[in-house]
């Protein structure tokens, strides 16, 4: 059983919005926070305030590789803006994020949920699979 009782944030980094999701204190199970839309300045510092506000030292971003496994621009992108979030003070981590917004998209679907509905959903929904994807691989 995990004992850390420290919460993690995971973050869907997309070019509009950053979908926001933060793990129980316990670090077993991901929840949706809200998904925040870009203004291009200070979104690193946003994105910080909202790990302070949580609580979480650590967060997790979904890095974008290709299907083949290899980084293309998209990742490098991830990685830049994670550059800016680890120098205001927080430990960075990635975690493969391929097909996470498909299978929220599916997950929506699935649900009935409306087009206009899920656009506001979606990034916070892709978020809550990264970081269960790696709260999971941390679980003894």
Same mark, same amino acid.
Not at 9 to 29: C, H, N, P, V
Not at 90 to 115: C, G, M, N
């Given at each position: 059983?995990?004992?850390?009782?420290?919460?993690?944030?995971?973050?869907?980094?997309?070019?509009?919005?950053?979908?926001?999701?933060?793990?129980?204190?316990? &670090?077993?199970?991901?929840?949706?926070?809200?998904?925040?839309?870009?203004?291009?300045? &200070?979104?690193?510092?946003?994105?910080?305030?909202?790990?302070?506000?949580?609580?979480?030292?650590?967060?997790?971003? &979904? +890095?974008?590789?290709?299907?083949?496994?290899?980084? &293309?621009?998209?990742?490098?992108?991830?990685?830049?803006?994670?550059?800016?979030?680890?120098?205001?003070? +927080?430990?960075?981590?990635?975690?493969?994020?391929?097909?996470?917004?498909?299978?929220?998209?599916?997950? +929506?679907?699935?649900?009935?949920?409306?087009?206009?509905?899920?656009?506001?959903?979606?990034?916070?929904?892709?978020?809550?699979?990264?970081?269960?994807?790696?709260?999971?691989?941390?679980?003894?």
């Amino acid at each position: 059983m995990n004992m850390y009782m420290i919460r993690v944030m995971g973050i869907d980094i997309g070019e509009k919005r950053i979908g926001i999701a933060a793990s129980d204190l316990l &670090g077993m199970t991901a929840q949706g926070i809200e998904t925040y839309t870009r203004t291009g300045q &200070g979104d690193a510092a946003y994105i910080a305030g909202k790990a302070k506000e949580l609580g979480a030292k650590t967060v997790v971003a &979904g +890095l974008p590789l290709n299907m083949n496994g290899s980084e &293309g621009p998209a990742a490098e992108k991830a990685r830049a803006f994670m550059r800016e979030v680890e120098a205001l003070g +927080l430990d960075v981590k990635f975690q493969d994020e391929r097909l996470t917004t498909v299978s929220a998209e599916r997950t +929506l679907l699935e649900a009935d949920v409306s087009r206009k509905k899920r656009r506001q959903v979606i990034d916070k929904l892709a978020a809550v699979y990264i970081l269960q994807a790696y709260l999971d691989t941390r679980k003894v």
